[in-house]
T-cell receptor
Framework: ETGVTQSPTHLIKTRGQQVTLRCSSQSGHNTVSWYQQALGQGPQFIFQYYREEENGRGNFPPRFSGLQFPNYSSELNVNALELDDSALYLC???????????FGSGTRLTVV | GQQVMQIPQYQHVQEGEDFTTYCNSSTTLSNIQWYKQRPGGHPVFLIQLVKSGEVKKQKRLTFQFGEAKKNSSLHITATQTTDVGTYFCARNNAGNMLTFGGGTRLMVKP
């Protein structure tokens, strides 16, 4: 097991709604990154949090936002959902941003 | 941009045949990571290559990092049905903020 847990596993939302996805990391994993993986494509970097502050951001609009909490859990929030937001959302965490990444099993979001 | 290109996009092989996927970048890579994603699963970290010309082996898998640190390859010897999945390379831009290639989907006929 990777020690990275995501919830929920599947979610269906309507266009225009807001969604919150959650990621729980192993104790001590102070770095968490979120990725979006559309069907048939490689994961795309959304943003990274390090010690509760945003540490880097990919090419995603501001309606994608996140939080990291002192207990090493993390949230990804997406406002004003669009059909193209349908994807597998992955979080990955580690102790300090080095080395290989254990990914969670992801949340599959469908926007209808 | 700092993209990585992977070829081929798909590969069908007969069980027992070898398989290779290639990853190319127009700019020098500080390091490269490889992941495997089974159908319906999530990416699983395989290895990270850091040094120019580095070669690492994991059982039937051989990973290479080019001398110029602009390309990398993953070679699987004598494929098995358990090797089925999509193999991704990912450049590590800084602090594990990864840029993934498009992946090579491997299908193995028993």
């Amino acid at each position: 097991e990777t020690g990275v847990t995501q919830s929920p596993t599947h979610l269906i939302k309507t266009r225009g709604q807001q969604v919150t996805l959650r990621c729980s990391s192993q104790s001590g994993h102070n770095t968490v990154s979120w990725y979006q993986q559309a069907l048939g494509q490689g994961p795309q970097f959304i943003f990274q949090y390090y010690r509760e502050e945003e540490n880097g951001r990919g090419n995603f609009p501001p309606r994608f936002s996140g939080l990291q909490f002192p207990n090493y859990s993390s949230e990804l929030n997406v406002n004003a959902l669009e059909l193209d937001d349908s994807a597998l959302y992955l979080c990955a965490s580690s102790f300090d941003p080095v080395g290989g990444y254990p990914f969670g099993s992801g949340t599959r979001l469908t926007v209808v | 941009g700092q993209q990585v290109m992977q070829i081929p996009q798909y590969q069908h092989v007969q069980e027992g045949e070898d398989f290779t996927t290639y990853c190319n970048s127009s700019t020098t890579l500080s390091n490269i990571q490889w992941y495997k994603q089974r159908p319906g699963g999530h990416p699983v970290f395989l290895i990270q290559l850091v040094k120019s010309g580095e070669v690492k082996k994991q059982k039937r898998l051989t990973f290479q990092f080019g001398e110029a640190k602009k390309n990398s390859s993953l070679h699987i010897t004598a494929t098995q049905t358990t090797d089925v999945g999509t193999y991704f390379c990912a450049r590590n831009n800084a602090g594990n903020m990864l840029t993934f290639g498009g992946g090579t989907r491997l299908m193995v006929k028993p």
